[in-house]
């Protein structure tokens, strides 16, 4: 296994990383309880591909057209990837989250370049843009830190979520360091690695929560981390009614913009709506964050408002299905998405996702 610290510290020293080196990186997540239960684990990477599945077969579909079109989705709608049957398959959501964890389980903890390796080993449903040049750059040579372009995409905030497990039994600030390397594999942007480091600490202490947090827990958390990491202040929408008249970090629209809209009572569609709820990191975490403040009091209706109510609604139901997960666990998850979702990671490997988490469990759990 590589030195990941040593590895992170040469890449601040030589500027290949685009982050500043925050206080994260000195201060270990606080031990879980003895009360922890893996279930909380299980729920948040079920949780991801739930709310990835729920949204593949609509994804890019603006709100309106899709409600006219489909009516409220609350199920998996007929695959022609599984015989016309209402199952849950996977997007590039879920296959690169698990193909995560599938590596780690294979080395007992995080080598980016074996990672790098992995996420060009099969083929990608739905590649993005960010990753397809990611794998064009590795597999023509360039070395698994240089080759992860600068994209403000969703692509590495919506697998980040399994960085958490081989930390669970030890805990210390190699849970980031890992965090931020695994980032900048696909995504070496300022706003989408301060943004996985940022959902990782807030991961990490829903899991350890017993009730869902204060409305503004969400925002907070964020902005702590983020502000502390983000070095580009040029981000501009690219949508919404702030196209013209924000410049400036992730982090501050995060601060500025989601706390307005909640302070107005916005539904989570007029809300998402506003900063045009895309794939773009200033539309999707404002959104995944709006919609936990809304509805992270109520499992099901944060994933369905997630799935429903915003464009790139695959990845946002990943986001948030991982974040409720972590907070309830996957016994408090409806059975019937559980019984309905294929657990797939490529073509035809039903349940690949369910070994892995029992696999997982025997490790870390």
Not at 139 to 162: F, K, Q, V
Request: proline letters at 6%.
């Amino acid at each position: 296994m590589p030195n990941n610290q040593t590895v992170l510290e040469e890449l601040f020293n030589n500027y290949h990383i685009d982050i500043r080196r925050g206080k994260i990186f000195d201060t270990p997540p606080e031990p879980m309880s003895e009360r922890f239960n893996f279930d909380k684990v299980e729920g948040m990477m079920v949780g991801l591909a739930i709310g990835d599945s729920l949204g593949k077969p609509t994804e890019s579909m603006l709100p309106k057209k899709r409600l006219s079109r489909f009516g409220q989705i609350t199920e998996y709608m007929p695959s022609r990837y599984a015989n016309g049957h209402p199952i849950g398959v996977p997007s590039d959501d879920t296959q690169l989250a698990f193909w995560t964890l599938e590596q780690m389980i294979e080395d007992g903890g995080f080598n980016p370049s074996h990672v790098a390796q992995r996420f060009c080993r099969d083929r990608i449903f739905g590649i993005g843009s960010a990753v397809s040049r990611f794998v064009n750059n590795f597999e023509g040579g360039i070395p698994w830190y240089e080759a992860g372009p600068r994209s403000a995409g969703n692509g590495a905030l919506m697998r980040i979520a399994p960085m958490l497990i081989p930390h669970l039994k030890a805990p210390s600030w190699d849970l980031y360091v890992d965090t931020a390397l695994s980032a900048m594999i696909t995504h070496n942007d300022s706003s989408s690695i301060a943004s996985c480091v940022a959902f990782v600490r807030m991961l990490w202490e829903l899991l350890g929560m017993d009730r869902p947090p204060e409305p503004h827990w969400w925002i907070e958390t964020f902005v702590e981390v983020a502000r502390d990491l983000e070095i580009n202040l040029n981000y501009r929408p690219r949508g919404g009614i702030y196209k013209d008249t924000f410049e400036g970090p992730l982090w501050r629209f995060v601060q500025e913009k989601v706390s307005e809209a909640f302070h107005r009572h916005l539904s989570a569609l007029d809300a998402c709506g506003q900063w045009y709820s895309g794939a773009y990191l200033l539309e999707t975490v404002p959104s995944v964050i709006y919609i936990l403040m809304k509805h992270g009091d109520n499992l099901e209706e944060a994933i369905v408002r997630a799935v429903n109510d915003t464009k790139d609604n695959d990845t946002i139901g990943a986001i948030v299905g991982a974040a409720i997960g972590a907070l309830y666990g996957k016994s408090r998850i409806p059975s019937r998405w559980i019984e309905n979702l294929s657990g797939r990671t490529s073509v035809s490997d039903d349940g690949r996702i369910f070994e892995e988490l029992e696999q997982a469990r025997t490790l870390w759990g």
